[in-house]
């Protein structure tokens, strides 16, 4: 069980620069550490994740071996119809998580 | 107010009063006796002096024993947060950018999700946690009940799911452990901490206090020559703090994820090239009573963030 929080502000105006944030729980192994039989621990980063914006992409990040634990990402986007943001994201080891927030653009 | 690490031998009133008053006679006895008395032998052995020196032992006894619930604290106690950069401090004060609380939203999840023979899960019996676990965290460690036995958070999550929703306690240190430990100990953030020593926990009380004044492992030290002595000053690249366990479990930025006081705790224990307690050892208990005492007033900041 992974836990991905995704904060869109519920409401705003039409035009109006809004503020995405995102934490995703995750070890993004290095590749590079070993464990305690001196076996690799194998790379485990969260290869791609996107956001869209009513469907639309407004979002992509590539993360590889120099993003600590737990990423946290913010960018921002224009405000242009109500609608829904949603996070999707996979690893190396294939593993999938998702996240959506709902905002009322006035 | 600097004091003299005590050897752990010391299990009466008296080696309470080492730390306690710190007065040189009573320090340089190992049992109330050698140094004073020789002396008064070497005046010639005189039935007066040897009594007023022997009433003088004694009513330095009882100044210390009264004294004796007041080992060296600190003052003012600072919280560790109060040692760090501007930046990890912005990251605790964030409730979405610190990596913790999301540790913490999985607690929540947990917290309603049922689990063993029993189909219960904590909210059937504890139902809102914000109603029920408010200051619960700021009491612990505490004596269970049932098993006269010390336990910590982390303890009486394991209790509960052993005794009443008969499932299989949680690993010392599994996620699934932090989270419940974080979520219950949110609802504590901001409160001062606030045990209270009784007949039934002072004996770990005592046992925690001799460990945190024993010196240990190969660099030979105790905690109290770091974090009572030496806060403030650096250890290699790290500001020393006064060790207090408030913000526990903790986001570490050195262990990229959660940690819980006893594996921080153990990480002292391997600075100072000691043997390390296991996680939830009676051992760490005992200190952790302590240390609670020892931050007594100090406010909750679980789930805090740490370098």
């Known amino acids: ?106 | 107010m600097r004091r003299e690490a005590a050897p752990r031998a010391f299990p009466s009133s008296l080696g309470i009063g080492i730390y306690a008053n710190g007065l040189p006679a009573l320090r340089a006895t190992r049992a109330g006796q050698g140094h004073t008395w020789s002396r008064a032998e070497g005046w010639g052995g005189g039935t007066f002096i040897r009594l007023l020196v022997y009433s003088f032992t004694l009513f330095c006894l009882a100044v210390t024993t009264a004294d004796a619930a007041q080992p060296f604290r600190p003052d003012p106690l600072k919280s560790g947060i109060d040692f760090v950069g501007a930046e990890v401090r912005g990251l605790q004060q964030d409730d979405f950018a610190s990596p913790a609380m999301l540790w913490a939203t999985r607690g929540e999840k947990l917290w309603a999700t049922p689990a063993g023979k029993s189909g219960k899960s904590c909210a059937s019996c504890h139902q809102d946690a914000r109603v029920s676990m408010k200051g619960v965290t700021a009491k612990y460690p505490k004596v269970d009940p049932g098993s006269a036995r010390l336990v910590n958070v982390e303890g009486c999550i394991n209790i509960c799911r052993t005794r009443h929703q008969q499932a299989e306690p949680l690993r010392y240190e599994s996620d699934e452990l932090l989270s419940l430990t974080v979520y219950v100990g949110l609802h504590s953030r901001g409160m001062p901490m606030a045990v209270t020593i009784d007949p039934q926990n002072r004996r770990n009380f005592e046992r925690g206090r001799d460990l945190f004044y024993t010196r240990q492992g190969q660099i030979n030290l105790a905690c109290t020559h770091c974090h009572d002595r030496n806060f403030g000053r650096k250890l290699l690249n790290d500001t020393i703090s006064q060790g207090h366990g408030n913000p526990y479990p903790a986001y570490r930025l050195e262990w990229q994820t959660l940690g819980s006081l006893h594996r921080r705790l153990r990480a002292c224990f391997f600075g100072v090239r000691a043997e390390m307690p296991p996680a939830g050892s009676q051992d760490l208990l005992d200190l952790e009573l302590f240390l609670a005492w020892r931050a007594q007033g100090l406010k909750v900041e679980t789930p805090g963030v740490r370098r």
């Open chain 1, 1 to 106: 069980m992974t836990v991905a929080r995704l904060l869109v502000p519920a409401q705003a105006k039409r035009g109006e620069f809004v503020e995405v944030r995102i934490a995703i729980q995750h070890p993004m192994e290095t590749g590079f550490r070993m464990d305690n039989n001196g076996r690799v621990i194998p790379k485990n980063t969260i290869s791609n994740l996107v956001c869209r914006y009513n469907g639309a992409e407004v979002f992509r990040a590539e993360m590889g071996s120099g993003i600590a634990a737990n990423p946290y990402l913010q960018f921002y986007f224009v405000a242009q119809d109500s609608g829904k943001v949603e996070l999707d994201w996979v690893d190396d080891a294939g593993a999938k998580g998702s996240a959506s927030a709902a905002i009322v653009v006035t």
